[in-house]
């Protein structure tokens, strides 16, 4: 059975998330966009899915993990890709060059 998408769930996790990054609680975020990437199928299609990856990606940056800010980002662009969104294309692709300088969104 495929797995379908909940994106409103992913939406108050990334709020919850980004909540917990204002009040410098990294791990916290971390772990909420973890679970903001778990209502997407791996194959999913929705922009949405691509933006949680490049914020994930950019928390890691700043956090010093450019490797793992680089997995996410490429990931990020792939998923993009798949959803046909040029914003989130442009995005990732930006993101994806260089993850060291990459700003955050």
């Known amino acids: 059975m495929l797995k379908s998408d909940d994106v409103e769930r992913a939406h108050l996790l990334v709020e919850l998330a980004r909540v917990a990054e204002q009040h410098d609680q990294t791990a916290k975020a971390l772990g909420l966009y973890d679970d903001a990437l778990a209502q997407f199928s791996e194959d999913s299609a929705d922009p949405f899915f691509a933006d949680v990856l490049r914020w ?10 450019t490797e793992g800010a680089f997995r996410c980002y490429s ?6 890709v798949a959803s046909g969104s040029e914003r989130a ?3 990732g692709e930006r993101d994806a060059v260089d993850p060291a300088v990459a700003r955050g969104h």
């Open 56 to 65: 994930k990606g950019t928390l890691l940056r700043e956090r010093g993990d």
């Open 75 to 80: 990931r990020s662009l792939d998923r993009a």
């Open 89 to 91: 294309q442009d995005r």
